[in-house]
């Protein structure tokens, strides 16, 4: 009798047929994008602009990674992606499996690792130019397509990288740039550790390593920054502020401006420069 795996086959994306100059380059922004396992029958390079990326290989092993590395995985490799953050943005290039033998080929690299690499300032340039021109709507961009790829398998001569240099310290500013992104939310570091597989204790202590406060110091220090800017520059209620930062009620805002700049909202609206 057969053996049968418990797990189903990898998805099938097929690109080969689409291809155009033998290179296809796909933008994305789609806020949570995330992938299941999946194969092309192509070779991929995946090269992050903004954001912060999880990508798992056929075995299950996941490497964190962001602007300044990429990824090759070649034609029938099982991979998966997922963004830890809420915002991103990337290029993906399928390239034909014989050109990029030939790209390798011509830049004297032989038989390299698939897998993660650190990128370089030409790599950075190309991608961010590839994601401009499908953002003003040029499909045309199969020559920056190939200069990518032929600079991808330059860099291919090089080891594979282990990517974030420090995981803690990218957890510190993952956890600041989600509070930043939305001030008014709660501070929920409990489901922030769960999806980082940490404990609460080592976010905090992780966070105060990096920026010398607590993550409730921190935000309770963006908000009150924001409630002053907010102050000075319209002429919103003291309650709308307080709202728009995070704190519920108008006398909080008041408490907060007294205990940090021994100032009522109305003498800093008063102190603040006068608008044309």
């Not at 990326?53 to 099982?78: C, I, Y």
Request: glycine fraction near 6%; charge should be neutral; hydrophobic fraction near 40%.
């Amino acid at each position: 009798m057969p053996l049968t795996s418990s797990h189903p086959p990898p998805r099938q994306s097929l690109f080969v047929e689409r291809l155009s100059h033998q290179a296809t380059m796909v933008a994305n922004t789609r806020d949570h994008y995330a992938t299941d396992a999946h194969v092309h029958d192509c070779d991929m390079l995946f090269v992050p602009i903004a954001g912060r990326f999880s990508v798992g290989d056929a075995q299950g092993e996941a490497q964190r990674l962001g602007p300044g590395h990429f990824v090759w995985f070649a034609a029938g490799s099982a991979h998966s992606t997922t963004t830890l953050t809420a915002g991103q943005s990337h290029v993906a290039v399928y390239v034909d499996p014989a050109l990029w033998a030939t790209a390798l080929q011509a830049q004297g690299v032989v038989r390299p690792p698939q897998g993660m690499r650190a990128g370089s300032t030409a790599l950075g340039a190309l991608s961010q130019r590839m994601f401009e021109s499908t953002r003003a709507g040029d499909s045309e961009n199969y020559v920056l397509c190939g200069a990518l790829v032929m600079e991808a398998a330059r860099l291919s001569a090089n080891p594979l990288s282990e990517g974030d240099a420090s995981p803690a310290l990218w957890v510190a500013e993952l956890l600041a740039e989600t509070m930043l992104r939305d001030l008014a939310q709660p501070l929920s570091l409990d489901a922030f550790a769960q999806q980082h597989r940490l404990s609460r204790r080592q976010v905090e202590r992780i966070f105060r390593a990096k920026h010398g406060i607590s993550p409730l110091e921190f935000l309770q220090r963006q908000r009150i920054e924001r409630a002053v800017y907010l102050l000075q520059t319209t002429r919103d209620s003291v309650l709308s502020i307080a709202l728009q930062v995070g704190w519920e009620s108008a006398s909080y805002l008041s408490r907060m401006l007294e205990k940090t700049w021994a100032k009522t909202a109305t003498q800093i609206r008063a102190a603040a420069p006068r608008q044309n």
